[in-house]
């Protein structure tokens, strides 16, 4: 598998640019007894759908990545560089899991590679308003071939801070936005969210902080992001907290939200619960959702993203086990 993977990571599939990845593997890829769908995303990109049958089970992974891009090489058993493990790793392990199957005789499934799940699962949401009649979809992030049990929320939001501008020798003739949001940021800090049997703390992080002032100008206006992992027990929690600690002069407008999901899980494989978002929750007519794959999501998205290819075998034989567990389900 390290030829082949090395040759999709070759391709440049940052979020907005994995319609060439697409392309790539739609006119490359030998599909024996599946049928391709192409789906139009809306944005310039595609999704793309293999089907054996009529699909009960769905194997599911993206093809977008973080950016930057960062060239594949090979060393000792891994693969580095940006999609190692998210998700042109799991891409590999679903293709050659299908294969198998369908060599084995196996039947009724597909493989649903989709577009921007970086950016908002773009595609995963386009596929969810297709796609009828599937029991069960297996979504491939990096858990450490661990099947996962429950997996953190998240919400997102922008906040804006108003201020008045002034020459900063005179700051008594304005109002300081950033020390308003140093304010904003020191309450926020004091919150303290319930721990989750399962799931554990709550956690956020700040990012796209901007605020365009002079550096002799007292600022009107810093602008950002919170991004916060919720967990079941403070989803519901988050948006009057941040009401609670703002005032007239604190925008706050929610982005986006998914709320903390429990996974389908089958006894008799190592588990875990993750703090990373994935397209799982936005395929809730695919019917229930499994959450498994190589690679670990602690390099992920990092500039020493790799993966074990033992890992990707192992995933394979795991794969191919659980859908004929599940493919017994729906019988």
Same mark, same amino acid.
């Given at each position: ?8 990571m ?8 994995e $319609?060439?990845?697409?392309?790539f ?17 809306g ?8 089907k ?20 594949p ?8 560089g ?21 060599q ?25 308003n ?42 008594q ?7 308003r ?11 303290k969210?319930? $721990? ?31 991004y ?19 005032d ?12 903390p999901?429990?996974?389908?899980y089958?006894d008799?494989?190592?588990?875990? $619960? ?58």
């Open positions: 598998m390290t030829k082949e993977l090395v040759q999709l070759k391709i440049d599939s940052t979020s907005g640019k $319609v060439e990845l697409a392309n593997i739609a006119k490359n890829y030998n599909t024996p007894g599946a049928t391709l769908e192409i789906q139009e995303v944005d310039g990109t595609i999704n793309l759908f293999y054996w049958g009529i699909p009960k089970i769905i194997f599911c992974t993206h093809l977008d990545t973080v950016p930057p891009y960062i060239e090489r090979a060393d000792n058993g891994k693969i580095f940006r999609g190692a493990c998210d998700a042109k790793g799991q891409i590999i392990t679903a293709f050659n899991t299908c294969k198998e199957l369908h084995e005789g196996e039947s009724d499934f597909g493989l649903l590679l989709v577009a921007g799940e970086e950016i908002g699962s773009k595609g995963a949401k386009v596929a969810n297709l796609i009828k009649d599937c029991r069960y979809v297996i979504v491939g992030e990096p858990t450490e071939n661990k099947l996962i049990k429950a997996g953190k929320g998240i919400q997102l939001y922008e906040v804006n801070i108003q201020g008045i501008s002034a020459h900063s020798g005179y700051p003739f304005g109002d300081d936005a950033i020390e949001l140093r304010i904003f940021l020191d309450k926020l800090s004091e919150i969210y319930p $721990v989750d049997n399962l799931l554990g703390t709550t956690t956020y992080n700040i990012g796209m902080l901007s605020s365009l002032n002079a550096h002799n100008v007292l600022p009107n206006l810093v602008s950002f992001k919170i916060f992992r919720t967990t079941f027990s403070s989803h519901l929690l988050i948006e009057n907290s941040l009401k609670r600690i703002s007239d002069n604190i925008q706050i407008t929610k982005v986006r939200e998914d709320k999901y429990r996974f389908h089958i008799g494989y190592q588990s875990d $619960v993750v703090a990373f978002a994935c397209d799982g929750p936005c395929l809730n007519n695919l019917g229930k959702c499994l959450l498994y794959g190589p690679g670990s999501i602690k390099v992920a998205h990092t500039d020493k993203e790799f993966i074990n290819i033992s890992d990707l075998e192992k995933a394979v034989t795991d794969l191919k086990n659980i859908f004929r567990i599940l493919i017994k389900e729906t019988e």
